[in-house]
C-alpha cells in the first residue's frame, strides 16, 4: 500500500477511528507533488529489477521530500546519500537536484491551468480529442492553440495518440498529473 501511494504520488495510507477490533484506512486520491512522481519514476526506471528501490527506501525520500524527518533511519538515509538521490545539509535533508529540474523539464511551456481543464475533460469523457477540447475551452482558446497544447502535451508523453483523422483520440499516460 505504502509502495503503491508513493510511486503514485498520493498522500500515505491513513488510519483514523482504529482501534482494537477494526481498522479504518484511508486513501487520499490527489497526486501532493507531481515533481516527486516524475524524480521516483526515473529514478526506478534507471535501476535494473534487482536493483529498485525498496519501499523503506520510498517512504525514506518521501519524508525527505515532504520535509518530515521524524523517525528517518539514519542507514537509509547514509545509502540513499551514497546514491546521489539525498543531500545532507549540515543535518538537514533535501532531494536531489534531479528532483526539480526533471519536473520542471517535464511540464515547462505548459499552462496548469489548462492542463487542469484537460483533466476534468478526461473526467467527463474518458478520452480527449480536438473536438472534446473545443468544448472544453470555449471562448479560451482558439484551435491552433488547442492544437498546439494538445501537440505540447503529446510531447511531453502526458498523453498518447489513438487512432487517425477525424477519428482521433488521446488517452491519459500514467505520468498525467492528478488534479483535485
Given at each position: 500500500m505504502f509502495y503503491n501511494c508513493i510511486m503514485e504520488g498520493k498522500a500515505l495510507p491513513d488510519y483514523p477511528g482504529t482501534d482494537p477490533y477494526q481498522v479504518n484506512l484511508t486513501?487520499?486520491?490527489?497526486?501532493?507533488?507531481?515533481?516527486?512522481?516524475?524524480?521516483?519514476?526515473?529514478?526506478?526506471?534507471?535501476?535494473?529489477?534487482?536493483?529498485?528501490?525498496?519501499?523503506?527506501k520510498l517512504l525514506t525520500l518521501y519524508k525527505v521530500a515532504m520535509r518530515d524527518y521524524e523517525g528517518l533511519e539514519r542507514h537509509l538515509l547514509q545509502k540513499l546519500t551514497e546514491e546521489g538521490l539525498v543531500i545532507d545539509e549540515n543535518g538537514s535533508y533535501r532531494l536531489s537536484d534531479d528532483y526539480r529540474n526533471e519536473a520542471?523539464?517535464?511540464?515547462?511551456?505548459?499552462?496548469?491551468?489548462?492542463?487542469?481543464?484537460?483533466?476534468?475533460?478526461?473526467?467527463?469523457?474518458?478520452f480527449i480529442s480536438r473536438s472534446t477540447l473545443k468544448?472544453?475551452?470555449?471562448?479560451?482558446?482558439?484551435?491552433?492553440?488547442?492544437?498546439?497544447?494538445?501537440?505540447?502535451?503529446?510531447?511531453v508523453g502526458l498523453i498518447q495518440k489513438e487512432?487517425?483523422?477525424?477519428?482521433?483520440?488521446?488517452?491519459?499516460?500514467?505520468?498525467?498529473?492528478?488534479?483535485v
Open positions: 486513501f487520499k486520491a490527489p497526486i501532493l507533488d507531481a515533481a516527486f512522481v516524475i524524480f521516483i519514476r526515473n529514478e526506478q526506471n534507471r535501476r535494473t529489477p534487482a536493483g529498485q528501490l525498496n519501499v523503506f520542471v523539464e517535464k511540464l515547462k511551456g505548459l499552462n496548469m491551468n489548462h492542463l487542469k481543464m484537460v483533466s476534468d475533460s478526461f473526467r467527463k469523457n474518458g468544448e472544453t475551452f470555449v471562448d479560451i482558446l482558439s484551435e491552433k492553440q488547442i492544437r498546439s497544447l494538445i501537440s505540447k502535451v503529446e510531447d487512432g487517425a483523422g477525424k477519428y482521433t483520440r488521446y488517452t491519459k499516460t500514467p505520468d498525467f498529473p492528478s488534479f
